[in-house]
């Protein structure tokens, strides 16, 4: 699956977006989360940072919105436009 | 429908004008343009960048209009938001909303930016003497888009 990170957490991370492989027994953005954050020391954003929002093939999303492997998964501060 | 989204300034007069097409069922259009202020959070801002999540703003952007379009009975509506490097004084954002009375085209073109606000995925990064910063989202926007939910 294609996962994408933008402005501030794009900067924390060092990266726009990666390839992964949906781990086994990931079902759902709470879970995706909590995988994504235990690979390193960096990763720890996306638990430790508060008000994070997501959105699953471009559409907003909850910590229980499923994910499947093939979707895009977007991670991002507030939206701050306008 | 109109939904833009650009890194080239825009001229609100000629696109007022393409959005009235003349049609003479419109007896209103309300217009809202967003600025960059030289100031923000007490800090002098000397530019701007606007990164935003292309294909998803679009499709955002898109349903805040129709919400809108299904909400209140206006004949048409624009949304033009710039991204990239922008300056004080720079347009950002224009809401156009056309109707057959004034008050249906006021309430739309504002749920529309405050909306937008809240949901449409932009963010901006500022420049102030201090350095580049993120900008924090407002809990003022929250509740500006809040009184609008149903």
Known sequence: MKILYFASLREALGCGGEEVALPAGVADIAGLMA????????SQVLRTRR????????????????????DEVAFFPPVTGG | MVVRVQEADFEVG????ALRRDDPQIGALTAFVGLVREMNEGAGVSEMTLEHYPGMTERELEAIVGEARRRWAVLDALVIHRVGRLLPTDQIVLVAVV?????????????????????????????TPAGGRWVDARAADDQAAERWQE
Request: hydrophobic share 45%.
């Open chain 1, 35 to 42: 995988f994504l954050a235990a690979r390193d020391e960096k």
């Open chain 2, 99 to 127: 109707g057959v009375h004034r008050g249906e085209t006021f309430a739309a073109c504002q749920f529309i930016i405050d909306t937008l606000k809240t949901r449409a995925p932009f963010w901006k990064r500022e420049v």
């Open chain 1, 51 to 70: 008000n994070l929002r997501y959105a699953v093939n471009q559409e907003m999303a909850r910590l229980d919105t499923p994910v499947a492997d093939g």
């Open chain 2, 14 to 17: 000629a696109e007022l004008a």
